[in-house]
Nanobody, 115 residues
Framework: QVQLVESGGGLVQAGGSLRLSCAASGRIDSISAMGWYRQAPGKQRELVALISGGNTDYADSVKGRFSISRDNAKNTAYLQMNSLKPEDTAVYFC??????????WGQGIQVTVSS
C-alpha cells in the first residue's frame, strides 16, 4: 500500500555529486523509517543509509560523504551523495519501513561514477 519512486540518478565523474529522491505515495502514515540500499553487479545488496525519527545511520563506506534526509510534508526522502567514487556505482533502491517492520521498495535507479 506504499509506492516508492526514485529519481535523480545518472552518470557523474569521480569526485562529483548527485542527489537521489524517493517519493512515497499510498498509506504514507504507516511509514516509520526510510532508507537507501544499493546493489552493484555481482555484489550483495547493502544498506547505505537509514533515517528514522530524525536519527540517521550510514554504511562505513559512505559516512562523511552521503547524507540522508526526509521531508515529511512532501513524503520524500533524499540521499545527497558527495565526493562520489567509482565503487559507489550501483543500482540504488529506496526502502520504506512500515508498521510491524514490513517494507516497501522502489524500482531502483542507476548511479554510475566514472573514474
Amino acid at each position: 500500500q506504499v509506492q516508492l519512486v526514485e529519481s535523480g540518478g545518472g552518470l557523474v565523474q569521480a569526485g562529483g555529486s548527485l542527489r537521489l529522491s524517493c517519493a512515497a505515495s499510498g498509506r504514507i502514515d504507516s511509514i516509520s523509517a526510510m532508507g537507501w540500499y544499493r546493489q552493484a553487479p555481482g555484489k550483495q545488496r547493502e544498506l547505505v543509509a537509514l533515517i528514522s525519527g530524525g536519527n540517521t545511520d550510514y554504511a562505513d563506506s559512505v559516512k562523511g560523504r552521503f547524507s540522508i534526509s526526509r521531508d515529511n510534508a512532501k513524503n520524500t526522502a533524499y540521499l545527497q551523495m558527495n565526493s562520489l567514487k567509482p565503487e559507489d556505482t550501483a543500482v540504488y533502491f529506496c526502502v520504506a519501513v512500515l508498521s510491524h517492520y514490513a517494507t516497501s521498495w522502489g524500482q531502483g535507479i542507476q548511479v554510475t561514477v566514472s573514474s
